[in-house]
């Protein structure tokens, strides 16, 4: 089945048309998915009026208060930030969507992610996972080949990824992917010394429809974002275009799984303080980081929000100095009408001291798409950083 738009500028033009409409549930949805969505929207405006940073801000994630031009910032131009030492990593060229660096420097690259209305330059070819030592002078990518008798290699097409240390310091690495466009998490033995990954599983469950980013807390125990509520492309288009804000976060393990927070205007990064106490989630389209407190039987509570300006995608989380890094889109409708004459922008962000009354938010590297476009994640090492993009490129910077 092929989901790829192949009308962007139409479909650019057609949501500059729809910010004006007023809000119509497509006729087709059941009522209980409407039930279920009116529920994901009450926990929207819950967080949104008790637990915002700052109260000046207009809300953003009411579809009925805020216009699809100003969800995906449309009209913002961004303002340089250059850092002087960055290369581009050589053998990435079609995307690192996502990535995560393990305490040892080791670093794992989501690759070749192709995804409904975004771009991708090479669709029929499958995604893969590389490798990077940052403790390298010059560190390099490697493909880790995959093993294992039950995984298709050839529909793999990996997105948001987490890893998980086991106390015998086995690393297992969780992937979410989308054979045929569905969505699965494969889980994954890192095998070091072959420099392979052995699949050890795949998990589906109808509470994971649309995967985007997960964390994992045990070896197949993770939370999960979903970015969308519908499964079916025509009611996403809507969904996205009046701002529903039905996504949702479910906590998944093999024998319980559950929706712990809802009413989200695009789900997107998910990560998780260096304590374990709190969870952090990235609100696309209402530009908000949100901080939940965890609690012992894995539901979640709303502690506070902030808002960012930007369209954040992947948090990673420096285990270190437990300061927030977030991959953005400076403009959202540059991802989705790709044109490279005018090509998305990249923004990354560290938030420092996320819990205190005013934390410190740095925008660390912005440019307007010259390097790269569409940065969605970076992370930092010994003074190192990363950043990954949905489709291009990726870059290494000494900070
Ligand atoms: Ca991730
Ligand atoms: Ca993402």
Redesign the pocket.
């Given at each position: 089945m092929q989901l790829t738009y192949d009308n962007s500028a139409e479909r650019a033009e057609e949501m500059n048309t729809l910010t004006e409409l007023p809000f119509h549930p497509p006729k087709s949805i059941s009522q209980g998915a409407i039930n279920g969505g009116q529920k994901a929207s009450q926990d929207a405006e819950q967080r949104g009026t008790v637990y915002r940073v700052n109260p000046k801000q207009p809300k953003a994630s009411s579809c009925c208060c805020t216009t699809a031009r100003a969800r995906m910032n449309a009209s913002r131009e961004v303002k340089s930030v250059e850092l002087p030492n960055c290369k581009l990593i050589k053998g990435i060229e079609t995307g690192a969507e996502?990535l995560?660096i393990l305490p040892n420097g080791l670093a794992f690259f989501s690759a070749g992610l192709r995804y409904p209305g975004v771009k991708s330059f090479e669709p029929d070819k499958p995604g893969k996972i590389l490798l990077m030592d940052m403790n390298e002078e010059d560190p390099t990518v490697l493909e880790l080949k995959m093993t294992g008798s039950n995984f298709d290699a050839s529909s793999f097409n990996p997105h948001?990824?987490?890893t998980f240390t086991d106390e015998d310091n086995t690393v297992y690495l969780l992937v979410v992917s989308h054979p045929d466009f569905k969505s699965t998490v494969e889980l994954f033995k890192f095998q070091e010394e072959e420099k392979s990954l052995l699949h050890l599983k795949t998990i589906r469950h109808e509470l994971l429809p649309n995967l985007n980013?997960?964390?994992a807390v045990g070896r197949e125990h993770f939370y999960a974002t979903n970015d969308h509520y519908f499964v079916d492309q025509y009611l996403r288009s809507w969904e996205l275009y009046l701002g529903l804000a039905w996504s949702n976060v479910v906590y998944y393990s093999p024998d319980d799984v559950r929706v712990v927070a809802s009413g989200f205007d695009v789900a997107n990064?998910i990560?998780m303080s260096p304590d374990r106490k709190y969870v952090y989630i990235a609100e696309s389209l209402a530009h908000k980081i949100h901080v939940y407190e965890k609690h012992a039987n894995w539901t979640l509570t709303p502690l506070k929000s902030l808002d960012c300006d930007t369209l954040v995608d992947?948090i990673s989380v420096d285990p270190v100095t437990g300061d927030l890094w977030v991959g953005c889109h400076p403009n959202g409708m540059k991802i989705f009408s790709y044109d490279p004459e005018n090509p998305p922008g990249s923004e990354v962000l560290q938030i420092q001291n996320i819990l205190a009354e005013e934390p410190k938010v740095t925008v660390v590297y912005a440019e307007d798409g010259k390097v790269l476009h569409g940065s969605t994640v970076a992370s930092v090492y010994k003074g190192k950083m990363l950043v990954g993009t949905v489709f291009q490129k990726a870059l290494y910077c000494e900070l």
């Amino acid at each position: 089945m092929q989901l790829t738009y192949d009308n962007s500028a139409e479909r650019a033009e057609e949501m500059n048309t729809l910010t004006e409409l007023p809000f119509h549930p497509p006729k087709s949805i059941s009522q209980g998915a409407i039930n279920g969505g009116q529920k994901a929207s009450q926990d929207a405006e819950q967080r949104g009026t008790v637990y915002r940073v700052n109260p000046k801000q207009p809300k953003a994630s009411s579809c009925c208060c805020t216009t699809a031009r100003a969800r995906m910032n449309a009209s913002r131009e961004v303002k340089s930030v250059e850092l002087p030492n960055c290369k581009l990593i050589k053998g990435i060229e079609t995307g690192a969507e996502d990535l995560e660096i393990l305490p040892n420097g080791l670093a794992f690259f989501s690759a070749g992610l192709r995804y409904p209305g975004v771009k991708s330059f090479e669709p029929d070819k499958p995604g893969k996972i590389l490798l990077m030592d940052m403790n390298e002078e010059d560190p390099t990518v490697l493909e880790l080949k995959m093993t294992g008798s039950n995984f298709d290699a050839s529909s793999f097409n990996p997105h948001g990824i987490s890893t998980f240390t086991d106390e015998d310091n086995t690393v297992y690495l969780l992937v979410v992917s989308h054979p045929d466009f569905k969505s699965t998490v494969e889980l994954f033995k890192f095998q070091e010394e072959e420099k392979s990954l052995l699949h050890l599983k795949t998990i589906r469950h109808e509470l994971l429809p649309n995967l985007n980013d997960l964390v994992a807390v045990g070896r197949e125990h993770f939370y999960a974002t979903n970015d969308h509520y519908f499964v079916d492309q025509y009611l996403r288009s809507w969904e996205l275009y009046l701002g529903l804000a039905w996504s949702n976060v479910v906590y998944y393990s093999p024998d319980d799984v559950r929706v712990v927070a809802s009413g989200f205007d695009v789900a997107n990064g998910i990560s998780m303080s260096p304590d374990r106490k709190y969870v952090y989630i990235a609100e696309s389209l209402a530009h908000k980081i949100h901080v939940y407190e965890k609690h012992a039987n894995w539901t979640l509570t709303p502690l506070k929000s902030l808002d960012c300006d930007t369209l954040v995608d992947n948090i990673s989380v420096d285990p270190v100095t437990g300061d927030l890094w977030v991959g953005c889109h400076p403009n959202g409708m540059k991802i989705f009408s790709y044109d490279p004459e005018n090509p998305p922008g990249s923004e990354v962000l560290q938030i420092q001291n996320i819990l205190a009354e005013e934390p410190k938010v740095t925008v660390v590297y912005a440019e307007d798409g010259k390097v790269l476009h569409g940065s969605t994640v970076a992370s930092v090492y010994k003074g190192k950083m990363l950043v990954g993009t949905v489709f291009q490129k990726a870059l290494y910077c000494e900070l």
